[in-house]
């Protein structure tokens, strides 16, 4: 294992709470433990999604379109201050940028990446935020792109061809979709 592989990540039980902890490493063998994770989906003024894709370094789902980041807060951290490390970790993207991230949901999912052979079982808090101004500063060993899209586009592009598109986004987009329904901010 190497870099972010050794992290901490927080393991949890089928409610979302804490039982224990191991590394990114470990949690991602198969056949998985759960953890919790995070996903951001940052928004524009006019309601268009940032996009990442993978770096084809990243050691699941390598070079497929993803959320705007995702990440695992440490066990104990708070998931909001976790993601906000990752936006200016993989996109240079500081808080004067967006407005406070608001996490809106939870999920859970399962998936194993063919390519790797390497699984997710994630405890997924959902977190939005909008884009305010400046522009992103991708990280090539996190991001190899980035791509403002509408959501019903987002939607239609991976209904034909899902395996472009990471296991869990359909996951976030559904938390974000429920959400604008509830008529909740964000």
Known sequence: MTGREHLLVEL???TGAAVG??????????PGQCHRAFSVLLYDRDGRLLLQQR????TRFASRWSNTCCGH???GEDTATAAAQRLTAELGLTQDQITPLTEIGVFHYQAADPASGRVESEWDHVLVATFVGGSPTPDESEVSDCAWVSPASLRASMARDPDHYTPWLSGVLDVATEDVQTGSPG
Not at 21 to 30: I, K, L, M, N
Not at 55 to 58: D, E, I, R, S
Request: glycine residues 4%; aromatic residues 0%; charged residues 20%.
């Open 21 to 30: 902890a191991c590394s990114v490493g470990e949690a991602h063998t198969a």
């Open 12 to 14: 949890v039980d089928d």
């Open 73 to 75: 807060p440490a066990p």
């Open 55 to 58: 770096a084809a370094v990243k």
